[in-house]
């Protein structure tokens, strides 16, 4: 392989001679035909692929109110005079589109002044800014900024709705019985049975007495130490807000206006999964959409990748499936066909992940890793366990973006609002935070 590009000299080119020697190689030319290049492929379609034709689903209404949810986020790291700064801008966005008015947009080339005046009506924005390394905010080291900021940003969007949903969520406050907090390391004493009182937001840790959050059950804090914070902890806090904006979404129409939530759809970008000891949060997610379910009401929840392991799978399998048919991977076929690990370990996506995923080639050019909730965990979904399933294969056709390849319109326009590098560059973000430590 290469040498990569240093800081000095340029990328390693491959001599465009080498492989001379390789094709008068005996050995290599033995291990190739052992190979078998030249047999006949086996038909991918009979490797454990049930294909579902889409537009035989039956006819069904389309899903009239459409909430797309994105977020973006921009490192900034100070250089030149030690100590070096390190700090982030985080900023996520929901916007709310009926079909109607989408209707009225050109999706190829949409008229700037009919999105302005969308976005203004539909649009809801939130900001935060986090210090990584070398940053004292409010007196605290890194350590405790970073907690308090985590606190504070889920309290002070939409008027304290946000952090309304974690309780939430985390409390099952959609329950009959009252569900007391799952037991957390404490971010002080680092005891594993941290608790607070059913719904507070703060309160004393039962073992050190010390001010605990009900954002330190995330375990924010495993991933920092007192004067430094991983870079990863700032696109973890993105994807839980992201989740916890929708899900705040979803909260206020089922208390208010199940018939509305029924008609609704929620379309995040990226998977629909949360990883590692931020988890917790699955197993809630997937208990209220199962809940949901039970009571009649889908809950309809789409997530797109765009890139990754699933995204290049797919580019390689798509030629063999045809336009207008799905696939639904079963756990094993992901262990076996994507991570390539033995199937001895854990299912696929148990505790990470609240949603199945579809493969969707719409037609040659526009080919989709979707995500869509099952409730509770299958290893091995059909298309009746994915929740809203026909409803959102039939709205989809009206919302794919002719400008990007395998572009959802609300993904597209979310991103659009949702983009901190688009308007204040690297550079405007830096010049805004040296103002503010004037
Ligand atoms: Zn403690």
Redesign the pocket.
Same mark, same amino acid.
């Given at each position: 392989m290469p040498y990569e590009k240093g800081q000095r000299l340029p990328a390693e080119h491959a001599s465009k001679i080498g492989h001379i020697d390789l094709t008068k190689s005996e050995f290599v030319r033995k291990i190739v035909e052992d190979l078998g290049l030249n047999e006949e492929s086996e038909d991918y379609s009979q490797r454990d692929m049930p294909i579902i034709s889409v537009s035989n689903l039956g006819s069904t209404s389309l899903i009239p109110m459409i909430y797309g949810i994105d977020g973006s986020m921009q490192i900034i790291e100070e250089k030149g005079k030690w100590p070096f700064k390190r700090y982030a801008f985080i900023k996520t966005a929901m916007l709310r589109i009926d079909f109607r008015s989408l209707e009225k947009i050109d999706k190829n080339y949409p008229n700037p002044f009919e999105l302005e005046s969308l976005m203004k009506k539909s649009a809801i924005y939130h900001y935060t800014a986090f210090p990584l390394r070398n940053i004292s905010y409010e007196g605290l080291n890194i350590y405790d900024a970073i907690r308090s900021i985590v606190f504070k940003s889920l309290k002070q969007t939409l008027e304290e709705e946000v952090l309304e949903t974690l309780k939430w969520l985390l409390y099952e406050k959609w329950a009959a019985t009252k569900k007391q907090l799952e037991f957390f390391e !404490? +971010? *002080? =004493? *680092?005891?594993p049975r941290?608790t607070l009182e059913y719904d507070a937001e703060v309160g +004393? !840790? +039962? #073992? =050190?007495?010390?001010e #605990?959050f009900i954002t330190d059950c995330l375990g924010f804090h495993q991933d920092m130490n007192q004067d430094i914070a991983r870079d990863s902890i700032i696109g973890t806090y993105m994807i839980i807000h992201e989740t916890l904006l929708m899900l705040t979404g979803v909260r206020l129409l089922w208390d208010r206006n199940k018939s509305v939530l029924k008609d609704s759809l929620f379309i995040k970008d990226g998977p629909l999964s949360i990883r590692a000891q931020y988890s917790k949060l699955v197993q809630p997610i997937r208990r209220f959409l199962s809940h949901a379910r039970s009571c009649g009401i889908e809950v309809n929840i789409l997530g797109q990748e765009k890139t990754g392991a699933f995204r290049d799978h797919f580019d390689m399998i798509s030629p063999c499936i045809d336009a207008g048919y799905a696939f639904i991977p079963s756990s094993s076929y992901i262990i076996r066909e994507i991570q390539g690990r033995s199937e001895t370990g854990a299912p696929y996506g148990k505790d990470t992940n609240y949603g199945a995923k579809v493969f969707y080639k719409f037609n040659n050019y526009h080919k989709m890793v979707l995500n869509i909730p099952i409730g509770d965990y299958l290893s091995d979904p059909k298309e009746n366990d994915l929740i809203g399933f026909e409803r959102i294969m039939a709205t989809l056709p009206s919302i794919i973006s002719n400008r990007f390849e395998g572009a959802i319109y609300p993904i597209e326009l979310a991103n659009g609002i949702a983009s901190l590098s688009s308007y204040p560059s690297a550079k405007v973000l830096e010049l805004f935070a040296s103002e503010l430590r004037k």
């Open positions: !404490c +971010p *002080h =004493c *680092h005891s941290a +004393p !840790c +039962p #073992i =050190c007495g010390r #605990i």
